[in-house]
T-cell receptor, first 111, second 113 residues
Framework: QKEVEQNSGPLSVPEGAIASLNCTYS??????FFWYRQYSGKSPELIMF????GDKEDGRFTAQLNKASQYVSLLIRDSQPSDSATYLC???????????FGTGTKLQVIP | DGGITQSPKYLFRKEGQNVTLSCEQN?????MYWYRQDPGQGLRLIYY???????QKGDIAEGYSVSREKKESFPLTVTSAQKNPTAFYLC????????????FGPGTRLLVL
């Protein structure tokens, strides 16, 4: 059974700072990972997909994957109040299998 | 517009009542999924369907039923056997087995009167 662990937060950062969100996973065989952003009362929105060790950058977002240590992180540079949301780490299932989600970390960016 | 639609946005259920949540997609995706989200918990899989007229139970299928008569549609019925139905219900779809990403609809919030 795959498990994904996240600190529920809230993580509070001042506007303009770097927000660092972390996620650990139990299945050493997991190959790829998602980061979803979920605003309060809304559905999750995919923001990053990473499958290789190292960093993947997309605008202000950088996903980092360390398979040896079994953790994935998401860095948000120049954090904005509009980044305030819950961030879900997730592992895709192979084929048609389910996505396994963490419980999410709530991020608050303080103006 | 391509996407996934869910209706209604809010749904109220009376004791002992069955209610049906709608999910429609025009993305021509093969697979569709129903998840339930409770506060402080991750999304949990209720049912999924890979193909028309076929579906499989997820981790928390008890008290729920589904049908997949058309590729575009995957309605979820919350039966009276589901004793704690209050939650946010999310429908998702996936293009085919080679793709990793699931895309979500806007969700339905179910409340018990």
């Amino acid at each position: 059974q795959k498990e994904v662990e996240q600190n529920s937060g809230p993580l509070s950062v001042p506007e303009g700072a770097i927000a660092s969100l972390n996620c650990t996973y139990s299945d050493r065989g997991s190959q790829s990972f998602f980061w979803y952003r979920q605003y309060s009362g809304k559905s999750p929105e995919l923001i990053m997909f990473i499958y290789s060790n190292g960093d993947k950058e997309d605008g202000r977002f950088t996903a980092q994957l360390n398979k040896a240590s079994q953790y994935v992180s998401l860095l948000i540079r120049d954090s904005q109040p509009s980044d305030s949301a819950t961030y879900l780490c997730a592992i895709p299932g192979g084929g048609y299998q389910k996505v396994t989600f963490g419980t999410g970390t709530k991020l608050q960016v303080i103006p | 517009d391509g996407g996934i639609t869910q209706s209604p946005k809010y749904l109220f259920r009376k004791e002992g009542q069955n209610v049906t949540l709608s999910c429609e997609q025009n993305l021509n995706h093969d697979a569709m999924y129903w998840y339930r989200q409770d506060p402080g918990q991750g999304l949990r899989l209720i049912y999924y369907s890979q193909i028309v007229n076929d579906f499989q139970k997820g981790d928390i299928a008890e008290g729920y039923s589904v049908s997949r008569e058309k590729k575009e549609s995957f309605p979820l019925t919350v039966t009276s056997a589901q004793k704690n139905p209050t939650a946010f219900y999310l429908c998702a779809s996936k293009e085919d087995s080679r793709q990793e990403t699931q895309y979500f609809g806007p969700g339905t919030r179910l409340l018990v009167l």
